[in-house]
């Protein structure tokens, strides 16, 4: 069976949006995909799509729809209104990737090194957990608010500041993201 986890190509990737399947070509291919609305549709909350006998399967057995509340209206109620924009409006998701684009040439123009993503979220890798630490406060004084990774969700070695940008950044925003990690960086010896 194929099972997808499209948390971070929703809205993203693919035709308008339509997220990995749609990026890959496989619509018709997969028995479960599920998703998340806490990424590029900024809510909460997700889903999963597969044969009616595992949605059953799944209402009847998951932890989240046994035991906790439900979402209160007004959650469903952003979420579909967030899908009806990215739908809508398909002008965001190429804004999305026009800065995509020009923030990672950015970063990398200086020096920097991004990793092999290819998607909006940008690694610029450190090495060293301190280091990593230490470039994010540079980066919140300078006022850009970014988060470290550090071990163990990566390699001890493998430190980095994940970055993603949205389709609301304008180039001012991120030229001023930019020239923030030039100068963060030279003060720590990065580039
Ligand atoms: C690949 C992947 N799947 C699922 C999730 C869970 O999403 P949520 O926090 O909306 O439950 C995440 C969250 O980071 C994720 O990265």
Request: hydrophobic share 40%.
């Amino acid at each position: 069976m194929t099972y997808i986890d499209d948390a971070h190509g929703d809205g993203v990737l693919g035709e308008a949006g339509r997220g990995i399947t749609s990026h890959f070509h496989i619509e018709n291919r997969v028995d479960v995909e599920m998703g998340t609305f806490s990424k590029a549709f900024g809510c909460v909350g997700g889903y999963v799509v597969g044969s009616k006998t595992l949605c059953t399967y799944l209402q009847n057995k998951v932890r989240s729809y046994l035991l906790s509340g439900s979402q209160p209206p007004a959650v469903p109620g952003a979420c579909i209104a967030a899908i009806q924009l990215v739908q809508r409006t398909p002008g965001l998701v190429k804004k999305l990737w026009d800065n995509t684009r020009y923030f990672k040439k950015g970063l990398k123009d200086l020096g920097f090194d991004t990793g092999n993503s290819e998607t909006p979220i940008t690694p610029v890798m450190v090495g060293e957990s301190g280091k990593a630490h230490k470039l994010a406060d540079s980066m919140f004084k300078l006022g850009v608010f970014v988060l470290p990774i550090v071990y163990p969700m990566v390699a001890k070695d493998k430190a980095r500041i994940r970055t993603i940008v949205t389709s609301a950044h304008t180039r001012r925003d991120l030229d001023q993201a930019i020239s923030a990690f030039e100068k963060a960086g030279k003060e720590l010896s990065l580039i």
